[in-house]
């Protein structure tokens, strides 16, 4: 499945006068390289195509990537992030790849939400020869045995998962990936 990223592309002006839908449309951001080719083909359309010279760029709606990445007014910069997140095709990602991810990038952040696989193997790894410790941390813990991952709370005790990706931030892991691209 492929999540193609678009801009509702229209300038300030024509959006203060009502004609927003005459000159504005949508462009989808996977035909282009970076922000800069972006920003050469509006400029270009706006300038040649539409006859207007004093272009100044408005995006008024988006589609296919995350809303925190999202501005009416986006410097290339900005815009460059979304290339890095089309870049990254995190929504074409599976489960265990995001929280293999997220596990990196709690292990850089000093976080400790890291994800695990419920298995005997996450018993052996945190609680190995600590019986005792393991049962406290599943009875103050919430803890279904039929989820297929697991995590600590902030107390040290056992949260079960059955979509880890609810648990996961993922526009701070977003904004980690794109940073360290």
Known sequence: MENTAKLFVTDYAS??????????????????NDAEEFNTYITTHFNNVVGLQDFEPMYTDFEGFPDSLYSESMSESELEKIFKYIELDYENKDDSEKVSLWNEYCSEQRNEDEIHNFDDD???????????EAAKAASFGDVNWSDDYISFDGYGNLKSLSNPIHAIDENALIEWLIENL
């Not at 959006?15 to 035909?31: A, R, S």
């Open 15 to 32: 959006y203060n006068e009502g004609k927003q839908f005459e000159f504005g449309y949508w462009v989808e951001l996977n035909d282009f």
């Open 122 to 132: 996450f018993f052996d790894i945190f609680f190995e020869g600590k019986p005792m």
